[in-house]
């Protein structure tokens, strides 16, 4: 018997172990990660993002992310449009593929999953204005039809047949091509997923034609990826049965179809030039009025903002500020205004005030003010402001058995809390931080409370179309600027006073005291040490004026070495031609003696130059103080001396770093040999034809896949005349420089092209 139950035993705990070994062998295969690959084609909102570079986001993304949590696949993403990503899942080239309408069709080619990723309704759309196509369907009778090449276009060719209308269907493989077309006015019409195309604000939906479920499904090669997809969907939904619902309105705020005006919202606009707005005073960051009497805060540029949205920037718009809620309430009722701000209290208390309000403007948690001296949490006596009943209709909807006691302003229900009157009261989150700079509420302490308070407008009940003009309005905005608006006017809306200044800055400003004494006390040794350094300076100047008067002397020296040789050559030509007879020769005579006149000239008119420059007849400190030249190097191609020395002189005093070349190959090689970017001009002449600037610039500019070709080359030229000017833009220089030289005018040719 023993024995018996000894093997039974044995038996069971093997069985025991079989099977735990069997599900740790089950778990740990589930835990390895199995690469799927996904078909991803663009999509605008529904799936964006299709390259590897790209950001990828939407619908789809979010919801492919999503099952990964559950079946630990890691995604490899293949791209295309629609159409060749279909025809990859149909030949197994990629394993999962999104957003796929089911057909009876496409069922014996690819896997459905038992449950849909989302369901969509497939419109018609038109565009604004367009008055040849209404909601009657006989209107698209010649007109053309752009649909993508999918399930969409089985569904309007069985809407168009049943019709029996004959319109021309125009098929695209991808939405971008699609979309770009009928922005373009490519096609008359355009048939999609109405949640799609839902950001064409030029777009008017004009009716549904069909409805469908889409899928995320899976290729028949792989029939373990649908199982999985299988599991993890009823998991899912097991978990989070509103998922769709959630990832729907996030990423499909707005449907295509309301884009379009409604008939009351197309009257309020047809029959309304202005809208006058009623606003609250003192509740900055959202609203006040200034001392000058003009309207401020977020509501000033919302409203505005709010009709540019829908398209309607002509509405005029009329402020009216009101000391107090009721005020503003029974202004609305008289119909003094048509739109009010800030209102809140939510439906019930909206009701008694005779309004509609909108969706929520800005949201933000209410902070509980009270003073650590006077804390008493067995009691709840709120101190609300009497002139503005957003706090009341918050205390009461949350705190329905407070005790409420009333005073004039926020500061005097501040005050109560310091003087310990009552036990707390509230502040909007985006006011506290102002109000609570006040040096005055310095002991009061204060908490975040969980229930959020809404900001929204009211319009008179009735005004059914203000409203959602208003609504929509929102919805196009998103909460960013609003949030932007409240930031920035919650920052101007306290002014420091001197007891605040002192309060938060005091050890900062006696810091300031001590290093200003210290300041005035250095002062005295630095009046000391200034007096000696002009001294020092004064006979600086003084070498300095020597110096240059020595540097002057030496240059005049310099001048009339270059001078005597030109002028005894003319005087020589003249003495041979005295005893000539022949007219050839006296005219070659004459013909020399022109050419060394002008160099004569050219010498004499660049010493003039020279002197005005040094005399300050001519200013380059005043040009220098204009254009920095410092840091930049010139290269000069010039034959003579004198021409070196002149030009670069002038060169120097600009600031520049000056290399000389005696003429054009001579400048080649040295271009050629330093590296790219080593000179920043090149000044050639090109009256001479020793220095032969023209072969110059064509080996320069005749360098092949070399930065120094392009270095900027600027002629110099006694040739005022069209014809050489133009010649010198066709060579492929730069610009030109004119003999004798204006100072000013080479350094506002060399700042055009240097600077």
């Known amino acids: ?40 084609y663009q999509n605008e909102v529904f799936q964006e993002g299709a390259s590897d570079k790209s950001v990828k986001s939407g619908y789809a993304y979010e919801y492919y992310r999503k099952l990964s949590e559950y079946t630990g696949w890691n995604y490899e993403y293949v791209y295309g449009d629609f159409v060749t990503i279909y025809n990859m899942l149909v030949n197994g080239e990629v394993d999962i593929v999104a957003g796929l309408a089911y057909t009876e069709a496409r069922s014996h080619l690819i896997s459905y999953p038992d449950r849909p990723q989302g369901s969509e309704q497939y419109s018609l759309v038109k565009h604004q204005g367009d008055d040849t196509i209404t909601t009657n369907p006989s209107t698209l009778n010649g007109k053309s039809v752009g649909v993508l090449d999918s399930a969409i276009k089985d569904s309007l060719e069985e809407f168009l047949n049943e019709k029996n209308i004959d319109a021309n269907v125009v098929s695209y493989t991808d939405y971008d091509t699609l979309l770009d077309a009928f922005d373009k006015r490519e096609v008359d019409t355009l048939a999609g997923e109405s949640d799609g195309i839902y950001d064409r604000s030029h777009a008017e939906t004009l009716y549904p034609f069909g409805e469908t479920d889409y899928f995320i499904c899976t290729s028949k090669d792989r029939p373990d990826l649908l199982k999985e997809l299988n599991e993890a969907q009823s998991q899912l939904f097991l978990e989070y049965p509103d998922y769709i619902s959630v990832l729907r309105n996030k990423y499909y705020p707005e449907s295509l179809a309301s884009r379009a005006f409604t008939s009351s919202e197309k009257e309020w606009l047809t029959s309304h030039e202005s809208v006058a707005v009623g606003y609250l005073n003192n509740y900055l960051p959202y609203s006040d009025t200034t001392k000058d009497g003009k309207v401020t805060g977020l509501i000033k540029e919302l409203v505005p903002y709010l009709f540019k949205q829908l398209g309607y920037e002509t509405v005029a718009i009329e402020y009216v500020g009101f000391d107090t809620y009721d005020e503003l309430v029974k202004a609305m009722d008289d119909e003094e205004i048509e739109l009010a701000f800030p209102v809140g209290g939510g439906l019930f208390f909206s009701e008694e005030d005779g309004m509609f309000i909108s969706k929520p403007v800005i949201s933000s948690l209410t902070d509980l003010i009270y003073s650590t001296n006077y804390y008493d949490n067995s009691k709840q006596i709120f101190a609300v402001n009497e002139s503005n009943k957003l706090q009341y209709y918050y205390i009461a909807n949350h705190y329905p058995n ?21 036990t707390y009261t509230t502040l909007n989150g985006l006011r506290t931080a102002s109000m609570l700079k006040n040096a005055d509420y310095e002991k009061l302490s ?4 969980g229930y959020a308070d809404d900001m929204c407008f009211g319009v008179k009940i009735g005004n059914e179309g203000l409203l959602k003009l208003i609504d929509r309005g929102l919805s196009r905005s998103g909460t960013e600027y609003v949030n932007n608006l409240g930031s920035i006017y ?45 001294i020092r300076e004064k006979e600086d100047a003084k070498r300095e004026i020597e110096a240059i008067n020595q540097e002057k002397f030496v240059f005049l020296n310099k001048m009339n070495n270059f001078m005597r040789e030109p002028i005894n050559n003319i ?18 005579n004459l013909a020399k003696m022109g050419t060394y006149s002008k160099e004569l000239t050219t010498i004499l008119n660049n010493i003039l130059n020279i002197s005005s420059f040094e005399s300050g007849q001519v200013k380059i400190d005043d040009s220098l103080s204009l254009y920095n030249f410092f840091g930049k190097r010139v290269l000069i191609v010039e034959d003579t001396l004198p021409n070196q020395t002149i030009t670069g002189d002038i060169m120097k005093k600009a600031g520049m770093e000056v290399q000389i070349a005696n003429d054009g190959l001579d400048a080649y090689e040295k271009v050629k040999a330093a590296p790219s970017g080593y000179f920043d001009a090149v000044l050639i002449n090109v009256d001479d034809r020793n220095i032969q600037g023209y072969l110059f610039i064509k080996k320069i500019r005749d360098m092949e896949n070399d930065i120094r070709s392009e270095v900027p080359v600027i002629a110099i030229t006694a040739d005022e005349s069209e014809s050489g000017k133009e010649k010198i833009i066709k060579s492929g220089m730069n610009g030109y420089i004119t003999k004798p030289y204006d100072i000013k005018a080479i350094l506002d040719k060399l700042s055009g092209i240097l600077l």
Do not use: H, W
Request: proline share 1%; net charge positive; aromatic share 12%.
């Open 490 to 534: 919650s920052e101007n809306m306290y002014k420091y006073s001197f007891k605040d200044v002192l309060r938060e800055y005091f050890i900062g400003a006696f810091i300031v005291f001590i290093v200003v004494l210290a300041i005035l006390s250095l002062l005295l040794l630095y009046t000391v040490r200034i007096n000696r350094k002009r």
């Open 1 to 40: 018997m023993k024995s018996k139950t000894k093997r039974l035993f044995l038996l069971l705990l093997s069985v025991i172990l079989v099977f735990n070994f069997n599900s740790i062998k089950g778990t740990a295969a589930k835990s390895v990660t199995k690469t799927v690959r996904v078909g991803y």
């Open 402 to 422: 407070a005790t409420i006691e009333y005073y004039p302003s926020i500061d005097a229900c501040l005050k109560a809390v310091l003087k310990g009157e009552a």
């Open 571 to 588: 005087v020589s030509l003249i003495r041979i031609s005295e005893n000539m007879n022949d007219l050839t020769n006296i005219k070659n």
């Open 446 to 449: 204060f908490r975040q409370l």
